[in-house]
């Protein structure tokens, strides 16, 4: 080992031993964890966006709240966070089923009108027509380096009550979130379940901003569901890789602004979810992006090889020699090289190889054989 | 005058966000918009170390592209059909922003590239920074900078109006007349950009979000013509930042937020109170609405049973609460409504039909079938 | 009471924000029987149902049901099976994951499912023909095949009345068989089997009873007495129906 890996190593030990790092980190995975659980209900309900939403609402519930309490304290802000972010869902929902306008459109003008409320109330506060203050940047940006204990105990406490109502009422949730109507004529109470997700979602979401802030809590809430998606189609697991890619993301985000001067938390938290989304996306199998390539080059490259073999059924009938298949390629000049598509053929049992010939089998010629001349049908 | 600047300067770019805004509700584009607000910071942080200079216009290039990008990005990822169009903004953009803010605080931490004010903007210091001509000062740089905007916005509008009229409401159509709806939706994401880009400095990302979608929607309350929906948007904007603004004056408060929740709160009060599709007039709608339809149940209930043998049960007065399965006093209501009306009579403990019963309800009963 | 009707309708009226859509509804539907409820469309016959399973409040008018079960919860002895549309179909969960849902109200809170329930709901999907597709992502079927899954769930709640919108509508031949012979079987062993029903030309074959609606009660009863060209015509070409004489056809 170098010089400096061995510094680095030490470097990092130190790091790992350290308090305040260890108690930020706990932090920020139990909120990667628990942003993951809820975030896989809140996208698969189609309502990824609601914690931008709520995200942005808090704000204002953070100045009402110390406006009538005094208190500064983590507890009290953000109970009038989640109050504020309960109370906006609801006027999102409710608004834009009166006013026949869009979701969304209501969405983005709720989210302006409560933050607009938010910094009005912050700079009556400070009484300074500015408003920039420490005390906002810490809810806009997230300083999870300034987490005390307390705030990761409330974090963690809320964790386990989260595991645990997912773990007792998993069927519901699934069975609500899949079909609805559904479950109402089972005889669930519907509203009920509606509103212990949304509270989750809210909680996630106010306690969330502490360590990455109000702009980026969505990605935080979404990329884990989205990512996880990619993997598995079974709800448990979905939402159990959903809570461990959080937590790495919450760890690892720590990690590296902490070992790094001037790197922030937050950001750093979900630079690492959004990568570990993009490569998901990328690498999936049976569904990810590169899986989707290949299989539109697959299809092509079927259809080529099914048109060449049509002419050579046409011409040379079942069987026919290399120069033959090299001569009608060459008058076809297709975009694939004879030996790809040779290759193709012969993956899909369509021909076979004997001794210096190839023989065309007979399920490929049953499967074409619609493509080929029929006679002429008698004329009445 | 730095008073009359401000209101000035507000309701120029609340009337330029407003133009293009009734187009970005109608395309079901508000969230996207919010996203781009956040993303041209970026743009900006990148040309900043390209330019090295912090008034350089390669700082609006820069994000302009960025929004553009934004979309690109955006559209990228729902074709890939594994996330939904509101999840794909939803990642986009805080990774976007992430970026920014670590480039920023690794490496232009001593530069005042007020991150806050990107989100936040501050009207108050606006009339600070002049525009001196020939050594005049003609005003605060920011009526002119946003001036410009409101012109070239409108100038689009003005100009494409027809395009984006069709593409908004029918982009297969529009494709198929060979109006490029693509095209079309990015140069008024071209557009967006500038507009959020120079509102910047002065109202911030929050309050371009909240000028562009709020009017609009509001303005769709009370009509659902497009050219009447443009004018009525950019009205309710400058409303909004007038009001707003002496709202903010009263208690000394952010002017920015105050404007922005002053457009939240005219969509809530228009809801509530106009005429056409306000609340009130909802509610109050429904409520005649359902007498209407208590008279009429009543009334078709004795006309199919008229002339039937259960006729004696069925239009007892004494039974047919159970019949129809209503509360006593809502019969009460209804029997009274009729009566005045000559449409009933009540004949040894049944509810008999007059003849001008039989003919109203007749006559509804075709109606119905037209 | 009469203790052969499954369901019985009163004086049901339905309206929407403006309009009315059944009007002072009479008409019972017998036990253990297959019946058809046929009507143009939007005559009512989705709001029918939906009045009869207390999704949407009536102007006035009552349901009543008859259970065998006495003192029957009667979420559990109705079992409802809807058009497929609104359910998001890339939804993580398998065919088995989605028919085991059916099984929720048996098993109560915080439970998981049984070894009886797990058996029980892959004896429905065979039923259905799609005991192979158990283990396969709803997001890999056919329309068809949808369908038949949702039947599947349905029969696993051990309902007494099946109330059913258009099962068949847009479905494959195949699927159109397999469906209809379940039915049949379902009637077969007692259950009540009611369905909006599209196709006329079927209505002989497939069904025992028929309801016929136009906003109001047109005629119900057996298929061989009221399944008849007058009443036909009278159901889906409203204006010849002479609404002053009062003709009803029984």
New interface residues.
């Given amino acids: 080992m170098t010089c400096s890996a061995v510094k680095q190593m030490n470097n990092l030990l130190s790091l790992l031993g350290d308090y305040t790092f260890q108690v930020v980190a706990v932090g920020s995975c139990a909120l990667g964890i628990i942003s993951g659980i809820s975030g896989s209900f809140a ?2 309900r ?1 309502q ?2 609601l ?2 939403s709520i995200s ?1 609402s808090a704000l204002a519930g953070v100045a009402i709240a110390f406006i009538l309490t005094g208190s500064k304290t983590t507890e009290v802000l953000l109970i009038g966070a989640g109050i504020v972010g309960l109370i906006a869902t609801y006027l999102i929902t409710q ?1 834009s089923r ?5 979701f ?21 506060i400070q ?1 300074l ?4 203050q420490a005390g ?2 810490r809810f ?2 997230g300083q999870a380096a300034t987490m005390l204990s307390t705030d990761v105990l409330l974090i963690l406490i809320v964790a386990v009550l989260i595991i645990l109502t997912v773990c ?2 998993f ?2 949730f ?2 609500f ?3 609805r ?2 479950a ?5 109470p519907t509203g009920l379940l509606n509103f212990i997700l949304s509270t989750m979602v809210v909680l996630t979401v106010i306690l969330g901003i502490q360590s990455v802030g109000v ?9 884990p569901a ?1 990512a996880a ?2 993997w ?4 448990s697991s ?1 939402i159990g890789l959903a809570a461990i890619l959080g937590g790495i993301s919450g760890l690892g985000g720590t990690l590296i602004s902490s070992s ?1 001067t ?3 938390t ?3 938290i ?2 690492i979810i ?1 990568l570990i ?1 993009i490569v998901s ?1 990328l690498i ?1 199998p049976g ?3 590169i899986w ?1 390539r290949q299989q539109l080059h697959r299809a092509k490259l079927n259809v080529a090889a099914d048109m060449i073999l049509l002419h050579l059924l046409e011409v040379h009938k079942s069987t026919f020699s290399a120069a033959d298949f090299a001569a009608i390629h060459a008058s076809q000049a297709p975009l694939y090289s004879m030996d790809q598509l040779v290759k193709n053929l012969q993956e899909r049992h369509s021909i076979e190889k004997q001794e210096s010939l190839f023989i065309v089998q007979e399920s490929a010629i049953q499967e074409l054989s619609g493509h080929l001349k029929k006679e002429e049908p008698d004329n009445a | 005058m730095p008073e009359f600047e401000i209101q000035l300067i507000a309701v120029i770019a609340s009337v330029a966000c407003a133009v293009l805004g009734t187009f970005i509700v109608l395309r079901k584009m508000s969230m996207l918009t919010d996203a781009i607000t956040h993303t041209i910071l970026l743009g900006i942080v990148l040309a900043y170390f390209i330019s090295k200079d912090l008034s350089s216009p390669l700082l609006y290039v820069g994000a302009i592209i960025m929004g553009l990008f934004t979309v690109y990005l955006v559209s990228l990822l729902q074709n890939t059909h594994l996330l939904s169009e509101e999840a794909a903004i939803g990642v986009v953009f805080p990774f976007l922003f992430s970026i920014a803010i670590i480039l920023i605080s690794l490496f232009a931490g001593s530069v005042h590239l007020d991150t806050d004010s990107v989100l936040l903007g501050e009207l108050a210091f606006a009339p600070f920074d002049r525009l001196v001509v020939f050594g005049i000062d003609i005003g605060a740089k920011s009526i002119y900078t946003m001036g410009l905007v409101l012109i070239l916005n409108a100038g689009f509008v003005k100009i494409f109006y027809k395009e984006l009229q069709l593409s908004s409401f029918d982009s297969l159509l529009a494709y198929t007349l060979g109006f490029a709806p693509t095209v079309l939706h990015y140069l008024l994401m071209t557009f967006v950009s500038i507009t959020a880009v120079s509102a910047f400095s002065v109202v911030g990302s929050i309050l371009v979000v909240a000028f562009m979608i709020a009017p609009p929607i509001t303005a769709r309350l009370l009509t659902h013509e497009l050219k009447p929906m443009i004018w009525i948007s950019a009205l309710i904007g400058a409303f909004n930042a007038l009001i707003g603004y002496q709202i903010a004056r009263s208690f000394d408060v952010s002017i920015a937020g105050s404007m922005a929740l002053m457009s939240g709160l005219s969509f809530v009060i228009v809801l509530l109170f106009s005429r056409q599709s306000g609340m009130i007039t909802r509610i109050w709608q429904q409520l005649h609405l359902k007498r209407d339809y208590d008279d009429m149940a009543l009334l078709i209930h004795l006309f199919h049973h008229y002339k039937t043998e259960v006729q004696e049960s069925e239009t007892n007065i004494h039974t047919i609460v159970n019949h129809l399965n209503w509360e006593p006093h809502r019969l009460e209501n209804c029997v009274k409504r009729l009566l005045n009306k000559h449409l009933i009579v009540v004949e040894s403990d049944q509810y008999q039909l007059t003849s001008e019963g039989i003919a109203f309800a007749a006559h509804q009963y075709t109606t119905l079938f037209k | 009471m009469n203790e052969k009707n499954a369901i019985i309708v009163e004086d049901l009226t339905v309206a929407y924000s403006l309009k009315p859509v059944l009007w002072d509804i009479d008409v019972t539907m017998r036990k253990g029987k297959l019946t058809a409820i046929l009507g143009p469309n939007g005559a009512g016959k989705s709001t029918l149902i939906k009045a009869i399973l207390g999704l949407i409040k009536p102007v006035s008018g009552s349901v009543r049901f008859n259970f065998d079960h006495t003192g029957s919860d009667w979420h559990k002895e109705v079992a409802y099976v809807p058009q497929s549309g609104s359910v998001d179909w890339d939804f993580p969960a398998t065919v088995k994951d989605v028919v085991l849902m059916g099984r929720y109200s048996h098993i109560g809170w915080f439970k998981r499912p049984s070894k009886h329930d797990i058996d029980l709901a892959m004896h429905t999907l065979d039923l259905v023909g799609m005991a192979d597709f158990s283990s396969r992502q709803i997001s890999q079927l056919s329309g068809g095949q949808q369908q038949r899954v949702f039947l599947a769930r349905s029969l696993v709640q051990e309902a007494e009345i099946y109330i059913m919108d258009e099962p068949l509508k847009g479905v494959d031949k195949q699927t159109e068989k397999i469906v209809i012979d379940l039915l049949k079987s379902m009637r077969d062993q007692g259950k009540s089997v009611i369905v909006v029903h599209h196709d006329l030309a079927t209505v002989k074959d497939y069904f025992d009873d028929v309801v016929m609606i136009n906003v109001e009660h047109v005629a119900s009863g057996t298929v061989s007495s009221v399944f008849t060209e007058k009443n036909i015509d009278l159901t889906f070409q409203r204006h010849s129906y002479d609404l002053l004489s009062g003709e009803a056809n029984e």
């Fill in positions: 996208t698969l189609q990824s966006l914690g931008d942005h608004l009166f006013s026949k306008a869009n969304e459109s209501v969405m983005a003008v709720v989210m302006s009108s409560f933050f607009g409320l938010g910094l009005m109330l912050l700079t009556y009484h027509p500015n408003a920039n906002l940047n806009l940006f007792l009422f069927k519901e699934k069975l979130v899949f079909d109507d559904f109402s004529d089972l005889g669930l702009v980026l809590m969505s990605a935080l809430l979404i990329s989205i998606r990619q598995t189609h079974h709800l979905l790094i001037n790197f922030p937050g950001p750093a979900v630079l959004s989304l996306l999936a569904r990810g992006i989707q």
